[in-house]
Structure formats: C-alpha cells, structure tokens
C-alpha cells in the first residue's frame, strides 16, 4: 500500500448567499495542505470593530498547528493559533480587530499531519452573535445620533440634535456629560438642558443611540464654554468725573471743578491731595482746596461714589502753588471824576474793595503827586495854571506793593472862577508856633482877668472871719 502522507487542512466555514438568511456548512476535512476554504462576514464594518470566531474540533489526536489566515486584519502577525501536541484541538476562539472600513474575508487551514475536524459554532461582531452555528443573523443597523449643537449661558448648557427614529430598533438617547451618564431619554426627545453648570466652564457632552437589542453607539460629542456670569449690578461702580479743572491758585488755596457722570445712584464725590483722601463730600462739582504751602506741587485726584459705595475710577491733574510773596495787584480804581478849581483841581474815585488794600497814586499828566499811599478816595491838586489842561489817572496800592493798573485819563482845567484851594498844609512845628504867638500877646489879659476876681473872693472871706 503506497504511503500517503495527508495533510489536514481544515476550513469550516464557507459562505453562500444568504437569501433565506441561512449560513450553511460542514464538518470538512482536506488531504492537501493548501486548500483553503474562505469564510465572509455578510457585513460592512468599521474601524474599531472586533471580530470573534469560536469554532470546536473533533476528538482526534493531532499535532501541528492551525493558521487563520487573513491578509486584512490588525493582527495579521498574530495568525498562528498553535494546538496542543498531547491532547485533543480545543480552539475556542479567535479575534481580531478591524482597523479600516471594509468586509472581511478568513482564509483558514491546518498543517496538522493527521485527518482533523473542525466545526465552526458561532461569529461575533463586537460582541454581538450574527452565526449561532446554524444561520446567518442579520445584524442590526444601529444609526448614529446627529447634528448635535449646543446653547450655552452662564448658568445652563442645552443640546438639541437629530435622532435616528426612523429606525425601529431605537429605543433612547443617552446623555453623558465629561464621561459621565446623567440623562436616559425617551426616542422622541431630541432636546436637553442641564443647569448644573457653572459660568465659564467647558463642559463635554456625548450623546448615544440605544437600541432593543441592547447595542449602544459610540455616540457623538459636543464641546462648549459656558459664558461668564452677569456683573452683580449692585457691585459695578459708577461711571467717571471728567474735564477736571484747576483755577483760582494762589500760595495757600486753590478752586477743582469738574463734570459730574449722569448715573442716577450718585451719592459722593471723593477728593483726594496726592493719593490721601482729602474729603468725602456730598455731590457737587466744584471744591476749594486750603491749607497748602506755598511754591508747592500737587497731585488732585477726584472720584464718584454710588449709593452701594461703588467708587469710580480717579479723574487726576497736578498744580503748582504761587510763592509765598503777594504778586496779585489790585484791580484799577473806577469812579473817576475831576472838578475845576481856581488854580486848582479837585479829584473823586470809588472805593476799591481788596482786603489788602493799602492806598491810591493820583497821576498828573503821567507823574505821581503823592509821596505815600492816599488813604482817602479823594485829592487836591494845586499850584495849576488857570486855563492850561491836565490829564489825571488814579491807581490801587496793596500791603505788598502791588500797583493796579491805571484808570483811563480825565482831563481836568483849573479856572479863575473855581472855588480857591486854602493851604492847610502846615506841619506840626507850624501850630506850635502859632499856639506860642498867640498866647504870648493874650498872656497879661488871662492873668488880669483871673486875679482881680480871685483877689475880692479872698478879702470877702477874710472879712467873714473877723466878723465872727
């Protein structure tokens, strides 16, 4: 009898096709090694997706090894599924996972030296059986959630999106929110809002498709922020002073205005000298600043305070004090009037009102006729030629010194018919002499009318005392 070696090559699974949704097949045993027999998966899968064969064998010894063989597959380094050499073929399964979209084909055989048996009894798709060892299930379509989008605020995050309700199969919505499952939703819902949020948050949401056969897509994601939270009104401070301004400056003291904001809850206005709280004082636009030193720069800032005590930003300006000498003169006098006098002229002026006035110059013809300050609001002037024209002009004087300017010029001519200016302008040596002159001719008359009187009171009271 010619020695034949035969070699086994197993390939269980064959596919026809499936009108009648059944898959046929056989216990096959093969003499030649390379004959292989090819099993299709009546299913498009996906990338991602897990394969499963379970297959038994029969009960006779063997030694060798089994290959699936498929060029299509992940693992495809990984064919070789090694059957033990002492005991009985007990594959129990193999997977493999897909890594592109496509349909599997499995080329499977044995280089097992003896005749082997091996019946394929179930195929799985990630998890899920679609061969029981009889027939063809035909897998579920399981459609996609789609077209999710999302609406946030500050204090809610919603979803809305389409589902796959045309398929009879879909039964819910889950809702997972960062990993977690917070929502089972009935398959008319297409809509969700979730309020336990917080403001400026970014928050993940995945939504997946159930269905009655238990099978749960992967699911779709949406990623968004939630916004800021409102301001709390009774915290947003009060809009800003503007056009600060300063005025009126002189060596202690100094006038700030500004324009106050238009908000309706104004309570205060702050002032503030370089930095340090000044004053806090109710609304106003203007304030005198006192007490400074003179030559001395400043920084002023002034600020608006709500009713919730809200304070707005600081309007800020500097100043420099004047000097501690007075350089503000006086203003001119007004009132100016001139009178005719026999070689003479009389001149009025109002009274200027500064409190540190000191006195008035009286000009004739451009040339100052006072020595000192003219204390009174009127002055003579005399020795003028009748008939000859003058001009006059007054000026204030202050304590400092400080000379205003001149009043505008009055023409003044002294006449022959004026009324004559009497000198009175003797000094004190005059009316001591006077005084002397004239007690010196009057001195004998004093004494005679003094002494007779004086002299018949005494003899009348000598006589009175003999008589007693």
Known sequence: MRKIFPLLLIIFIFLVPFSSNVFAYDDVSFKQMNNKQVLNIPKELKS???????????????????????????????KEIVVK????????????????????????????????????????????????????????????????????????????WDTPISNDGFVQTNVYKNGTKIANLSKEIDVYKDDDVLPNTSYTYKLTAVYDDGFETNGVSVTDITLDAPPDPSLIPPSNVTDLTVSNITDVSLDLDWLNPDDDDLDK??????????????VASSYKVTGLTPNTSYTFSVSAVDKDGNEGSKQTTTAKTLDGIDKVAPVAPTG?????????????????????????????????QNMVPVKNTFYSLADLENGTQYKVKISAVDTTGNESDMTSEKIGIPLDTGMPLLDTNYELGDVAKGIESWFSSLWLIIAFAIAIPLSFYIASRIKLMFLE
Do not use: C, M
Request: avoid cysteine.
């Open 48 to 78: 991602g997706d897990k394969v499963t064969l379970r297959f038994t064998s029969g009960s006779q010894y063997v030694s060798g090894a089994l290959y699936i063989d498929s060029d299509t597959i992940a693992n495809a380094s990984s």
């Open 85 to 160: 050499a002492t005991n009985n073929l007990n594959i129990t399964s193999y997977d493999a996972v897909v890594t592109s979209d496509y349909s599997p084909s499995f080329n499977i055989f044995s280089n097992a030296d003896t005749s082997l048996s091996i019946k394929l009894y179930a195929v799985l798709i990630n998890g899920v059986e679609i061969f029981d060892g009889n027939k063809i299930i035909v897998p579920r379509k399981h459609d996609e959630i789609k077209n999710p989008l999302s609406t946030v605020t500050d204090k809610s995050f919603s979803l809305t």
């Open 269 to 282: 206005i702050k002032i503030y000298k370089n930095n340090v709280l000044l004053e806090s004082i109710l």
């Open 336 to 368: 100016l009037s001139v009178e005719s006098g026999n070689k003479a002229l009389f001149v009025r002026w109002n009274k200027n009102l500064e409190d540190d006035l000191f006195g008035y110059n009286v000009y004739l013809d451009g040339i100052k």
